[in-house]
T-cell receptor, first 110, second 113 residues
Framework: RKEVEQDPGPFNVPEGATVAFNCTYSNSASQSFFWYRQDCRKEPKLLMSVYSSGNEDGRFTAQLNRASQYISLLIRDSKLSDSATYLCVGPSGGSYIPTFGRGTSLIVHP | DTEVTQTPKHLVMGMTNKKSLKCEQHMGHRAMYWYKQKAKKPPELMFVYSYEKLSINESVPSRFSPECPNSSLLNLHLHALQPEDSALYLC????????????FGAGTRLSVL
C-alpha cells in the first residue's frame, strides 16, 4: 500500500466554487505533511504546510485529521489560475525522505 | 522564478550517447535530490545527497550516475539510456532536517531515441 494516496480526479469546478481534496496516509506515526502545486509542464512548488490545528493562507485551508489519517486542502472562491495538480507529501515509513502522492488534478472553468 | 537552476532544459539523445544533466543552487541547502517524473505521475525519487555524500539510491539502474562536486552543484551522468528513460528529470534541494520543504528546478525534459 502506498504511504500517501490521493484521488487523481480531475475535479472540474466553475470559477468561484469551493473545492476540497483529501489525501489519506498509512503511517499513523507521521507528523508532518505538505501540499505542493504543480502546473502543467512545470516543477512542483510548495503550497502550504499542514498542521493538526489547521493552516489557512488566503483562500486555501489545509487540515490534518489524525483520527481518520487524512489531510485535506480546501480552496474557496476558485480562480482559473488555480487549475493545476495538487500533490500531497508526507514522510515515508522509516525514512526522513518525503513521499509524494500521485496528485489530484483541478480544472477551474469559466 | 526558481532558485534551483537546471541545464539543459531539453535534451534529445541516442541510446549510445553519454550526456550530463546539471543542477545548481545557492541557497546554502545541504540536501539535494534527483527525481524522475513521467506524464501524469508524481515525481519518483532517484537519489539523495546529504552534505555532498550519496545517502539514498532508490535502486536506480547504473546507466544513471549521480555526482555532487560541491555543496551547490549536482550532476546526473547518463549513459546507454533506453527509450523508457524519457521523462522530466527534476532536481530539488532542501535544508538538511527539512526534507519535506523542497525547492525544485524547472527540470530537464529528456527524450531518448
Amino acid at each position: 500500500r502506498k504511504e500517501v494516496e490521493q484521488d487523481p480526479g480531475p475535479f472540474n469546478v466553475p470559477e468561484g466554487a469551493t473545492v476540497a481534496f483529501n489525501c489519506t496516509y498509512s503511517n499513523s506515526a507521521s507528523q508532518s505533511f505538505f501540499w505542493y502545486r504543480q502546473d502543467c509542464r512545470k516543477e512542483p512548488k510548495l503550497l502550504m504546510s499542514v498542521y493538526s490545528s489547521g493552516n489557512e493562507d488566503g483562500r486555501f485551508t489545509a487540515q490534518l485529521n489524525r483520527a481518520s489519517q487524512y489531510i485535506s486542502l480546501l480552496i474557496r472562491d476558485s480562480k482559473l489560475s488555480d487549475s493545476a495538480t495538487y500533490l500531497c507529501v508526507g514522510p515515508s515509513g522509516g525514512s526522513y525522505i518525503p513521499t509524494f502522492g500521485r496528485g489530484t488534478s483541478l480544472i477551474v472553468h469559466p | 522564478d526558481t532558485e534551483v537552476t537546471q541545464t539543459p532544459k531539453h535534451l534529445v539523445m541516442g541510446m549510445t550517447n553519454k550526456k550530463s544533466l546539471k543542477c545548481e543552487q545557492h541557497m546554502g541547502h545541504r540536501a539535494m535530490y534527483w527525481y524522475k517524473q513521467k506524464a501524469k505521475k508524481p515525481p519518483e525519487l532517484m537519489f539523495v545527497y546529504s552534505y555532498e555524500k550519496l545517502s539514498i539510491n532508490e535502486s536506480v539502474p547504473s546507466r544513471f550516475s549521480p555526482e555532487c562536486p560541491n555543496s551547490s552543484l549536482l550532476n546526473l551522468h547518463l549513459h546507454a539510456l533506453q527509450p523508457e528513460d524519457s521523462a522530466l528529470y527534476l532536481c530539488a534541494s532542501s535544508l538538511a532536517g527539512e526534507e519535506n520543504i523542497q525547492y525544485f528546478g524547472a527540470g530537464t525534459r529528456l527524450s531518448v531515441l
